[in-house]
């Protein structure tokens, strides 16, 4: 197809031979000025959006003395920067809410759980809180590595811990190696037993 066809001439937006309509210039604003009003300024504060038009040497001009918080005091401006970083919604530390501190079902502040504890222990579940006698889970994990049931007592896995100690450590197999990782397991179980207060 040509570029010079008719059909293209159809569906141009200006089509051949006809001229747009010169826009009429604003003329400046400015009392007195009768340029043309090439550029805008802002109105300010409570009016945003809207934009006085100038002439290139009143917008510098007004640009010069233009203060965006003229008229507030020190501790409003403040706030108005500080609300301004936040997006100028309402925010709170965490656990500070009063949704959630009260467990309310209304919006979005529903009952959760809280598995890292953020919220404090109140918002754990009763059956994640306790596994067998009063064991957290991490703790049975622990007494499992270290061979023991969750019967032991901090006694038993002190005991249990020094024994798989001597027998694991390199210097008693002879500088071997080989029982590393397990040696290692044990000591990560006997230092989480003891952080979490069982021994």
Known sequence: MKLD??????????????KPEPKAEAKCEWPGCEKPARH??????GQEGQFHNYCTAHVQEYNKTYNYF?????GSISDYQKASQLGERPTWKLGENAHARTGSTRGTARRFDDP????GRARRKPAEQKLGRGLKRNEMQ???TLGLDENATPDDAKAKYKLLVKRL???ANGGSRANEDTLKAVIHAYDTLRASGFC
């Open 142 to 144: 622990a007494l499992q």
């Open 70 to 74: 003229a008229g507030m005091t020190d």
């Open 5 to 18: 066809s008719k059909y293209f001439d159809k569906i141009r937006i200006t089509p051949r031979g006809s």
């Open 169 to 171: 450590h390199p210097d």
């Open 116 to 119: 890292m504890e953020i919220l």
């Open 40 to 45: 805008k300024a802002p109105k300010g504060r």
